[in-house]
């Protein structure tokens, strides 16, 4: 997957906070294997996951002493990352490069948030009064996991034509399916607009919304669009009763994401949260199936996924011996987008022009050592 790397510099979602208790979470992040765990005032550290010691995973771990210990010798690191423990050394020192890396973390309405680059984030999480109030009441529902990139399922949040046919009678009148005008501002990162639209009347199973009406009720929603993966959508019906949904999608890797949403309402406050939440698990269910099935509309010719050592052309890069055990790698003329993996990261992302007749290369790092090349 090439990661842009703006999307590093960004703040996500990563769990929810009442998710990470005593014990490590494992999570990922833009194809980043992370362990989220608390400190015992309380903080959320997310630091990789990997003990650097024989790379195992510390989410498998456990937390000891403001420390989360590694599970197959015991390493501990403190929350900058530091190992500061070795049992098996009776030297009191231990050497400054035996750490893993750290990450950025915040908590905020109730999620965690980590943003992977060093440099500061691109923007910060949005501000949403309402899911900070007492006169509101939070429902957290989800977390929505997809088979998909996290664009698509924003994509499909803020897509009002599709209401009436794959939520009828939840969230649109198939007897009303015209999406009315609307207008897009762009202010900064954050896109503005505002519908008024047919809704759905309540349903039974469901009486989420504040529309009193049960014939022809249309609703006013407000969207902001926050780069890169999360929305603040506000309801109302035109009186004082009003919904905000805060939705963001978490990019766990380029086929996978989890919408987390977080409601508030300042009506129905006694209203048991499980309604919402199944509610939200209807919708979302009936979401995936249709974003999930059209995956392939979106992606491009898979290409190949090459493993070590296939001969490949690269523009500049380091020629090799072809060798008869290694079949060339046949792409018809054309340009082609490429990224090259060493230990399972990024190491480079470049274009590669092929044309008929080009000599083909073995891709080689500096040091000799053969990489892992995708093409896509
Ligand atoms: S692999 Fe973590 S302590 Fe050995
Ligand atoms: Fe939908």
């Known amino acids: 997957m090439v990661i842009p790397e703006k999307l590093r510099r960004c703040w996500h979602p990563v769990a929810y906070g009442h998710d990470v208790t005593g014990a490590p979470h494992a999570t990922r992040l833009l194809d980043e294997a992370l362990v989220l765990w608390r400190s015992s005032d309380g903080r959320a550290h997310a630091m990789r996951d990997l003990c650097i010691h024989r790379g195992t995973a510390l989410s498998l771990g456990w937390v000891a002493d403001d420390c989360i210990v590694c599970p197959y010798h015991a390493w501990r690191y403190d929350a900058t990352g530091a190992c500061v423990r070795i049992p098996q050394s009776t030297h009191t020192t231990i ?19 980590v943003c992977l680059a060093e440099a500061d984030p691109a923007y910060a999480v949005p501000e949403v009064p309402e899911l900070e109030s007492e006169t509101w009441k939070v429902v957290k529902t989800g977390p929505f996991a997809w088979a998909t990139d996290a664009s698509r399922q924003v994509e499909n949040f803020t897509d009002f034509g599709h209401f009436p046919w794959v939520h009828p009678g939840l969230l649109g009148d198939p007897e009303r399916p015209v999406v009315p005008d609307h207008h897009v501002e762009t202010r900064g990162h954050v896109l503005h607009y505002q519908v008024v639209r047919p809704e759905a009347a309540n349903s039974d199973d469901f009486p989420v919304f504040a529309n009193d009406q049960t014939e022809r009720p249309v609703r006013r929603s407000r969207y902001e669009l926050h780069l890169p993966y999360t929305i603040a959508l506000r309801l109302g019906w035109g009186g004082d009763k009003g919904m905000v949904y805060f939705f963001a999608s978490q990019p766990v890797d380029e086929d996978h994401c989890a919408g987390y949403v977080t409601i508030a309402r300042n009506y129905d406050r006694e209203q048991p949260a499980s309604v919402l939440q199944d509610f939200e698990d209807t919708i979302f269910n009936q979401d995936r199936v249709v974003v999930e099935a059209s995956e392939h509309f ?79």
């Open 95 to 113: 050497p400054v490069k035996a750490r893993t890396p750290v990450y950025r973390c915040q908590e905020r309405y109730g999620l965690i948030w």
């Open 298 to 376: 979106f992606k491009e010719p898979k290409g190949q996924e090459l493993i070590s050592g296939r001969p490949i052309k690269i523009p500049g890069g380091a020629g090799g011996p072809q060798s008869p055990d290694r079949p060339m790698l046949e792409l018809p003329p054309g340009k082609y987008q490429y990224s090259v993996r060493l230990a399972g990261r990024n190491a480079r992302n470049d274009t590669v022009e092929v044309t008929a007749g080009d000599a083909w290369g073995l891709m080689s790092a500096p040091s000799g050592e053969v990489l892992a090349l995708q093409i896509y």
